[in-house]
């Protein structure tokens, strides 16, 4: 199985901060990485497709990059509404694993 | 608009079986796939497997080989999945999730999540 390890596990942050996440996957997967965003007692929001591609309707602040093993989600400016638990998942090959997530708290 | 709407929690005690449904709309059924998803209690997202809509090839998680199956009823635009001999580590939230036929692969739409608690 590919495992995904991402970093850090949690982060204090600001409304206005610039955020960095990082997940690396065991093996190349080449570009089959997608991030969601999930908050407290709902499903995961899809953010982020095969590693770059921004979903349909999600806020222009989050990007995502990265091929191979190494990746990164980026929100350029935190609003209050982004404080949540990010998952990255890799779709190269089953099973689809994801991370173990990263809570991005308030500071 | 698309929706997946997934039917009510269960308790169920060990050894017991829980089938959790997941009815889609607002889209093609056979166009997509559908991935079953669950999260225990405080812990991370887990993969248990998917189905094609339109095939009805299924891949599972190999920890669940042998427990789950997963079917679809193209008639209807629902999924299930079945879990048996039910443990209470498979206390969670199950997710149904939407995912294409082609890739790249994600899970684009989420039904709202099934509490399957597993207690004696």
């Known amino acids: 199985d590919i495992q995904m390890t991402q970093s850090p596990s949690s982060l204090s942050a600001s409304v206005g901060d610039r955020v960095t996440i990082t997940c690396r996957a065991s093996?190349?997967?080449?570009?089959?990485l997608n991030w969601y965003q999930q908050k407290p007692g709902k499903a995961p929001k899809l953010l982020i497709y095969?590693?770059?591609s921004l979903q349909s309707g999600v806020p222009l602040r989050f990007s995502g990059s990265g091929s191979g093993t190494d990746f990164t989600l980026t929100i350029s400016s935190l609003q209050p509404e982004d404080f949540a638990t990010y998952y990255c998942?890799?779709?190269?090959?089953?099973?689809?694993?994801f991370g173990q997530g990263t809570k991005v708290e308030i500071k | 608009q698309v929706q997946l709407v997934q039917s009510g929690a269960e308790v169920k005690k060990p050894g017991a079986s829980v089938k959790v449904s997941c009815k889609a709309s607002?889209?093609?059924?056979?166009?997509?796939?559908i991935s079953w998803v669950r999260q225990a209690p405080g812990q991370g997202l887990e993969w248990m497997g998917w189905?094609?809509?339109?095939?009805?090839?299924?891949t599972y998680a190999q920890k669940l080989q042998g427990r789950v199956t997963m079917t679809t009823d193209t008639s209807t635009s629902t999924a299930d999945m079945e879990l048996r001999s039910l443990r209470s580590d498979d206390t969670a939230v199950y997710y149904c999730?939407?995912?294409?036929?082609?890739?790249?692969?994600?899970?684009?739409?989420w039904g709202q999540g099934t509490l399957v608690t597993v207690s004696s």
């Open positions: 095969a590693a770059s």
């Open positions: 189905i094609s809509s339109y095939s009805g090839n299924t």
């Open positions: 093996q190349s997967i080449s570009n089959y």
């Open positions: 607002g889209y093609t059924f056979a166009n997509y796939g």
């Open positions: 998942q890799q779709s190269y090959s089953p099973p689809q694993t």
């Open positions: 999730a939407r995912r294409y036929r082609y890739g790249p692969y994600y899970f684009d739409y």
